[in-house]
Each structure stands twice: as C-alpha cells, then as structure tokens.
C-alpha cells in the first residue's frame, strides 16, 4: 500500500483497487463516492469522507465482503441509489433502508 500511496496521483481508492485487481487481496476496501455514500445512506457508518468511511467499514464489514463492496455499491450507486433522486421505488432492499439523507427521490 505505502508503494502505491507514493507514487504521483495515486490515492487510497487506487491502492485498493490496484491491490484487489491486480493482486487478487482481500484484505482492502477500495471506497469511492458511491461505496460512501451508500454505506452512509443505509447507516453502516456516520463519517463525512470516503477515508473515514474506508475505516469505518473494515470495522462493520464481514471480512470476505472487503474486496467486493467496491463492485456491487458502484454499480448500484450509478443507476439504483444514485447521489440525486435516488430510485428508491425500484430498490431491492428499499424495506432495509433507512434512506439517511435522501430528502427526494426519483422514479423507479
């Protein structure tokens, strides 16, 4: 990791995501706007910045989950729980939900 971090334009969601892809880890979280938003939005964490929220989820994550987040929440966060008007009706675990912070949502 602190290879990688040293390198020219090379942050912590690059590490990770290096470090998973290229080295096949499961022991990284590679946490973009979508993984924080969505981990806020159904209350796994209360943090205000994705290396917050990376912490914050090595911490309530089950550990095989680690390396996938990152793929699920991403495509998820672009096209269900989206940053404004989230498709909330359309949602697949809209009952699960606390929806924290969704103030309006927009159609399924």
Avoid: F
Avoid at 9 to 19: D, E, F, H, P, S
Avoid at 27 to 34: E, G, L
Avoid at 93 to 102: D, E, S
């Amino acid at each position: 990791m602190e290879e990688l971090l040293s390198l020219p334009g090379v942050g912590r969601k690059t590490a990770n995501l290096v470090l998973i892809v290229a080295h096949e880890s499961d022991d990284n979280i590679c946490v973009d706007t979508h993984v924080h938003r969505i981990a806020n939005r159904l209350g796994w964490v209360r943090t205000r910045t994705p290396e917050q929220t990376e912490r914050a989820l090595y911490e309530v994550a089950p550990k095989r989950w680690w390396a996938d987040i990152n793929e699920y929440l991403v495509t998820w966060g672009q096209n269900v729980c989206r940053p404004i008007y989230p498709r909330c009706g359309g949602c697949a675990v809209r009952t699960l939900c606390p929806r924290i912070g969704v103030t309006k949502e927009g159609r399924a």
